[in-house]
């Protein structure tokens, strides 16, 4: 892999990681298009720089909302009120993905990455989001009570599937169970926090820095941060105004190609 290509693939997964298209998907698609070859660089090393370059991006765009919620958190500890706690909500909905991704990390890794698997969560979750528009109800009760927060996190644990697509199946699945869109984008990527930190600290421990590749990884994870944060910053803009159509429409030209591809 070239430095350019790294960037190409850095810019891939940044603006696919907070886009509802899946990031995964793409990764599968590029390298086919580009015939680029991975051969030169330590797979695990790369895919960690990546998502450690978009853990930042989002770390980056979410951090003044970040702040308060510790403040507002810290507060109500201190008032002996931790119902309203968005801090242990959070970590209710990330206990299904975390448990989930230690169960069944090698099947995930191995036997789901099948093109037709791909193809299919492509086309599914477009059709719940196309669906999630329009019957979508917003609750008059503005608190994410702890149930909400877990049954979330069980669409976030469904996202472990290539071709689901965190933000996509996150956000929908909130919509769905009645939380405003604007609401339910701020919830979606708050809980990502967690399980992409977990994860890029989980596999950090098999990185492995080859001197005459460091340029490679660091590339890709500068690109990964630049497009990400561009991509996430885009995406809470957009989807004030705009539905989620214009993805799953997306998604299943994707679906399409990755099939067509895969003849």
Do not use: C
């Amino acid at each position: 892999m070239t430095p350019i290509q790294s960037v190409i693939m850095g810019a891939v997964q940044g603006v696919t990681e907070f886009l509802p298209v899946s990031s995964s998907a793409h990764l599968i698609v590029i390298p086919w298009i580009f015939k680029m070859n991975e051969s030169n660089v330590h797979k695990l090393t790369y895919d960690v720089m990546l998502h450690f370059g978009t853990l930042l991006a989002l770390l980056a765009v979410y951090a003044k909302r970040l702040v308060s919620i510790f403040e507002v958190d810290l507060h109500m500890a201190r008032q002996g009120d931790l119902r309203r706690s968005l801090l242990l909500k959070l970590a209710v909905g990330t206990i299904p993905a975390a448990v989930l991704g230690v169960l069944f990390k090698n099947m995930i890794e191995t036997e789901l990455r099948a093109p037709y698997i791909t193809i299919f969560t492509l086309v599914a979750v477009s059709l719940l989001m196309l669906v999630a528009e329009r019957i979508h109800t917003a609750r008059t009760d503005d608190d994410i009570s702890f149930g909400l927060a877990f049954s979330i996190g069980v669409a976030q644990a469904i996202a472990l599937v290539p071709g689901v697509s965190r933000s996509g199946i996150t956000i929908t699945a909130a919509m769905l169970l009645g939380l405003r869109r604007s609401e339910a984008v701020d919830f979606a990527f708050l809980l990502s926090i967690p399980i992409v930190l977990g994860v890029s600290l989980y596999e950090a421990r098999h990185v492995s820095l080859d001197g005459s590749e460091i340029s490679v990884y660091a590339v890709g994870l500068i690109s990964a941060f630049v497009f990400g944060a561009a991509s996430l910053e885009f995406l809470l803009k957009y989807l004030k105004k705009h539905s989620l159509d214009v993805f799953a429409y997306y998604r299943i030209g994707l679906a399409l190609l990755i099939a067509l591809l895969s003849l």
